[in-house]
T-cell receptor
Framework: NAGVTQTPKFQVLKTGQSMTLQCAQD?????MSWYRQDPGMGLRLIHY???????DQGEVPNGYNVSRSTTEDFPLRLLSAAPSQTSVYFC???????????FGDGTRLSIL | AQRVTQPEKLLSVFKGAPVELKCNYS??????LFWYVQYSRQRLQLLLR??SRESIKGFTADLNKGETSFHLKKPFAQEEDSAMYYC?????????????FGTGTRLTVIP
């Protein structure tokens, strides 16, 4: 039981490049979320999903796209990377409302 | 709008001393509050949540609605408690179980 798996763990991109951060969970959780963690700012919600085919924006969605075609996967896409997107990205999943969230190991992304 | 404040970025205590990590929140509804912890080279994980009223690894946290606080306490700190601690609030108005995090407090327990 791997829980929440994020790939890659590290990535360096050039400004303007596109990339997809992968997130998969094997716990049959309906709820999945993407957060970014920046120094001095804690974790902020980017996008979230309450089930396959359903996504919505969080606090800081600009520059990111998501889709949820299956319960297991919730990829995050950067269409045109910008230096302001340099951050550590965390994917999380949970069973439902008020339930604990399970986090992945994170992806450390640097945009040059 | 919801907001979670952790006023201390860094906190150092000696082993065996009591520890209190402060968390204040602002939210117009009825909040669900959590403490998450990230040990060195480990994933962010749930430590405890107020609805469970439980003690985990000797830590407790009481929701004080009058003071809008959810401070984390432990009577006798251990070296293995050194970690990053995040207070978080769940806003379930959207039905999405999204968390709003404080900026975190790094606790160091000095041997």
């Amino acid at each position: 039981n791997a829980g929440v798996t994020q790939t890659p763990k590290f990535q360096v991109l050039k400004t303007g490049q596109s990339m997809t951060l992968q997130c998969a969970q094997d716990m049959n959780h309906e709820y999945m979320s993407w957060y970014r963690q920046d120094p001095g700012m804690g974790l902020r919600l980017i996008h979230y999903s309450v089930g396959a085919g359903i996504t919505d924006q969080g606090e800081v969605p600009n520059g990111y796209n998501v889709s949820r075609s299956t319960t297991e996967d919730f990829p995050l896409r950067l269409l045109s990377a910008a230096p302001s997107q340099t951050s550590v990205y965390f994917c999380a999943s949970s069973l439902g409302p008020y339930q604990p969230q399970h986090f992945g190991d994170g992806t450390r992304l640097s945009i040059l | 709008a919801q907001r979670v404040t952790q006023p201390e970025k860094l906190l150092s205590v000696f082993k065996g001393a009591p520890v209190e990590l402060k968390c204040n929140y602002s939210y117009s509804g009825s909040p669900e509050l959590f403490w998450y912890v990230q040990y060195s080279r480990q994933r962010l994980q749930l430590l405890l949540r107020h609805i469970s009223r439980e003690s985990i690894k000797g830590f407790t946290a009481d929701l004080n609605k009058g003071e809008t606080s959810f401070h984390l306490k432990k009577p006798f700190a251990q070296e293995e408690d050194s970690a990053m601690y995040y207070c978080a609030l769940s806003n379930d108005q959207t039905g999405a179980n999204n968390l709003f995090f404080g900026t975190g407090t790094r606790l160091t327990v000095i041997p």
